[in-house]
């Protein structure tokens, strides 16, 4: 799923939606019984957030942050530390989007502050 993402994000939609009797592929796997299947999607969506070019991070994050921010809550403190640190690295991209577009002059120095400003602005 991750790697045919990574290539063309137009394809995303198909993994939300009800086909026929078959219930979307993504919702399903945030409730998954295994933490490692819940770990690893969360994981591979914020490394898709991170990887793709920034027409289609803003296009298709309000997809993807709720998933990612569903797994904050999880009932395993792995799961919650994995989300988050997902959610710091995609801020971090979205600083960086931030600099090369010129709304920021500099990228801040400090991690937390640049993991901040590009989720106040995801």
């Not at 309000?62 to 710091?88: A, H, M, W, Y």
């Amino acid at each position: 799923m991750i790697s045919v993402l990574l290539a063309s994000p137009k394809g995303l939609h198909l993994l939300f939606e009800h086909v026929l009797e078959r219930e979307p592929v993504v919702p399903a796997l945030i409730y998954d019984h295994s933490p490692l299947v819940r770990d690893h999607l969360f994981k591979g969506l914020g490394k898709l957030l991170c990887d793709w070019e920034p027409r289609d991070r803003y296009q298709y994050g309000e997809r993807i942050l709720p998933i990612i921010l569903c797994g904050v809550f999880d009932e395993l403190p792995s799961v919650q530390v994995t989300c988050k640190s997902s959610l710091n690295q995609v801020g971090q991209s979205c600083t960086r989007d931030l600099f090369e577009a010129d709304i920021i002059q500099e990228i801040p120095s400090d991690t937390k502050v640049s993991e901040t400003i590009g989720n106040l602005y995801m």
